[in-house]
């Protein structure tokens, strides 16, 4: 059965989270000022349902059509002309199907989207298993508890790799097979960064 697809706000940022995962956000804009006190009334009401926006991925001058799902968290601060510091949180992600740049009557975008389920929960396969085994050595070597690191899933990996956004839309959006790729290129990149500082810091430098 297709996803059924439902209209939101959207506020395309450089920004791609997992779900759970927190970021604050400096608002300055009149359209997003206007978006934001919609869904502090509604968390402030407890309508949760109503307390949703979308976060299109922007990088490098394009927006894409997947995104983060979000909801306003806590408004930490009010500036003087009405600029606010907030927090909002992951709770899922969506495919966008209809992009409007101005939702008339209200100032900021909008559209239809989709759920998308971007396989969060796939396991690692032996290779990648073996990689994160060599990496959570190294890390035990400086004394980093890496019980607290899973790593069973790609969710799992990705909570603690310390991925740029980039990197994380291109690793969560791919089919299975390119996400499996490049997954193992970046746990090779993340162990070879790993042991040459290993390196240096035995004395050894390279070349």
Known sequence: MANVA????LFPLGVF???GEQTGLHIFEPRYRQLIAELEDAMMEGREKDNRFGIPFHHDNLTASTGSLAKLVEVKKVHPGGRKDIVVECVGHFET???????????????QVVARDIG???ELNAQHIALVIR????LADREVDVSELPSCTISDV????????????????SNPV???VFLES???????????????DKGYFPN
């Open 97 to 111: 199907r209809r992009f409007e740049s101005i939702s008339s009557p209200k100032l900021y975008p909008a559209g």
């Open 135 to 138: 990496i959570k050595e190294i």
């Open 158 to 173: 990705t909570s603690w790799l310390g991925l740029p956004p980039a990197h994380k839309h291109r690793l969560l959006t």
């Open 178 to 180: 390119g996400r499996s």
């Open 6 to 9: 439902f209209h939101i706000p």
């Open 120 to 122: 969060l929960d796939s």
């Open 186 to 200: 970046v746990l090779r990149w993340t162990l070879s960064i790993l042991q040459q500082e290993s390196r240096i």
């Open 17 to 19: 989270l997992l779900p």
